[in-house]
């Protein structure tokens, strides 16, 4: 499958601030968010100073976090919804991120930063050239040396738990997922709907998921070498039935 004949994929649907932060309130927690810090923090053993990427920062709920720690954090995302948010949330917090517009396959920072994240599966959603394009780009931000956290969906357990319908229910309101797997490209296809206040609301997107050999081939194609990699975000062994992938890579001298 080549990049023009992806699936359909209304991005800016798919990720509307607004329906996003208000079907996935639960896991987007202040008590959830410390706890992925702090993860952070002890893994890149944050203790010093140190020069951070979010990329696909979101409303930028981790990288206000690390900039109170005192680093000096840049945030990326695509969505100016998503970095008004974050941008209003720093400067509640009295943080300075330097918060940017841009697309992840088009950044060209160069050995600038120590540490690179990406969280909350947000990988894998372009054809795999430009996913690959994605990993080079962080690669090539990064100083030789520098620590990359990947947190993406495990392939091999989502498979084991496949449900093809999913029916998310806040009051009145509504989130369905009706998922198919293509089994030729890897990737989840999901024709969602969602209905709040009454109305309906179309937003199909698809996104590649990747079981551990193929994340590791791809890292070490884009120069990385895997140093640690986990469960979820409390540190938990990789296994077969864990829903997440939390990769610690470093760029290779």
Known sequence: MGKNDLPEFDFDTAFDPDDYLYFYKDGLTDECTDKETEFLVSQ??????AKILDLACGHGRHANRLAKLGHDVTGVDRSAGFLDIARKDADQKGVTVNYIRQDMREITFAAEFDVVIMMFVSFGYFSDEENFKVLQNVA?????GGLFCLDIGNRDAFMRL????????????????????????????????????GKRKDAPHYVRLYNY???????ARAGFEIRKVFGDLDARPLTIDAIRMVIIAQRKR
């Open 44 to 49: 890149f053993g944050l203790d010093a100073r």
């Open 140 to 144: 090539r931000a990064l100083k030789p």
């Open 162 to 197: 496949f449900a093809p319908h999913a029916v998310k229910e806040i009051g009145r309101d509504l989130m369905i997922d009706r998922r198919s797997f293509d089994i030729f490209t890897g990737r989840l296809i999901n024709k969602r709907i969602m209905i709040r206040n």
């Open 213 to 219: 050999n193929e994340i590791q081939d791809l890292l």
